[in-house]
């Protein structure tokens, strides 16, 4: 499970304080995807951030008690002076996989030819798009973290074959989604919580949620 224990999050604009969680308390146990609503600019990506690991809480504890993914389409440890190569078996050490097979995985999913060999930095924004992607679905979590803002791309051979193993992960995995549209989370979810003014609201219903997101808006 992930659980965030009294979580306070907050950021100075320059002109006031903006809060993003105000001692907010939740759990989510696996099995139960759970989306999360929110307007934008309330601060859904720090959230996801928090729950990765990407950023810390000003105040409380995060527990994961779970193998727990980066945003889906980011990847922290990518080393831009190293090849695409270099690059998948480090990540493979470092998730004590087999570097043999997550480099043949991510050349074939990533499908980018000799760049696979370059340094990443010299990458289009499209073909980083597709590595960070095919490095992602080659490791293997419990609850996967999806930001309606993350990175895409527009190759649609690379979106039929990542779509393709994406379902198959989430088939069997559990999901937490952010995004300010209704239709996104019924993708993924039948519970979703909505979040205002720093409180995170947990409902057993998506319904519920919405009714309450349209209420707040």
């Known amino acids: 499970m992930l659980e965030f224990r009294n979580v306070s999050k907050s950021f100075w604009t320059g002109r006031q304080r903006k809060v993003i969680l105000d ?10 995807s759970l989306g999360i609503l929110a307007p ?11 729950m990765a690991g990407l950023e ?36 493979a ?18 499908d980018i030819d000799e760049y696979f060999d370059m340094p990443v930095g010299t990458y289009s924004q499209g073909m980083r798009a597709r590595f ?24 649609v051979a690379f979106n039929r ?18 995004s300010h549209q209704p239709e996104t989370l019924e993708k993924f979810c039948r519970s979703a919580a909505v979040l205002h003014h720093g409180q995170l609201d947990i409902f057993d219903t998506l319904e519920e949620a919405k009714r309450m997101y349209d209420y707040e808006a």
């Open 161 to 178: 074959r990542a779509g393709r193993i994406l379902r198959e992960r989430l088939a069997e995995a559990t999901v937490v989604v952010v």
């Open 56 to 91: 810390k809480p000003d105040e409380g504890e995060i527990r994961r008690g779970c193998r727990v993914s980066f945003p889906l389409g980011f990847m922290g440890g990518v080393v831009n002076r190293h090849t695409g190569t270099e690059n998948a078996r480090y990540i």
């Open 23 to 32: 001692r907010a308390s939740f759990r989510v146990e696996l099995g139960n």
């Open 132 to 155: 960070n992607f095919s490095l992602m679905l080659a490791l293997d979590f419990d609850i996967y973290l999806i930001d309606e803002g993350m990175p895409t791309t527009t190759d």
């Open 40 to 50: 934008n600019g309330t601060g859904k990506t720090t959230i996801i951030n928090m």
């Open 93 to 110: 050490r470092l998730y004590r996989l087999d570097p043999d097979y997550l480099e043949a995985f991510c050349r074939w999913m990533a």
